[in-house]
């Protein structure tokens, strides 16, 4: 038996919607942050053996933090396109704006759609994604000094 977990990542909190073999749908709402993620692992554990698949939409910073407590508390997890997503829905005509509807479709993704597993990122690659981010960061900086002044 498995649960397919799907999680709707915002800035301030996640949606999480479990589908069990059974079509039986669990939802939880926590805040994006380490004690959230610690419920959100409680909530998993509930599934007493279970195989656990996770699927949540790759959001860059807002899903990085919960990506890594899943992956270091060892479940399978998948970080998805949210194009990818977004298209399952509207094959389905299921696309909805909102985040607990997004969460059930992103768990019905995870169950019935071949995922690769995410692993985090090596520390050089972090390393040059802030690089990256700090230069764009710069960059925009400048430009705006330079329309400023003219």
Known sequence: ????VG???SKDKLDVV????Q???HYLQVENNGAGWK??????KKSKGQAVRVCLEATGRYSEGVANALYEASYRLSGVNPARI???ANAQ????KTDKPEAHISADFCRTQETQAWCPAQDSQ??????????????TTIQTSRKSAT
């Open 93 to 96: 005509l299921r696309r909805n």
């Open 39 to 44: 419920e959100l692992l409680r909530f998993l």
């Open 1 to 4: 038996m498995s649960i397919a």
């Open 86 to 88: 977004r298209g399952y």
């Open 7 to 9: 999680i709707d990542v």
């Open 126 to 139: 972090r390393s040059l994604s802030h690089s990256k981010a700090l230069s764009k960061t710069i960059l």
């Open 18 to 21: 479990s589908i069990d073999e």
């Open 23 to 25: 079509q039986e749908r």
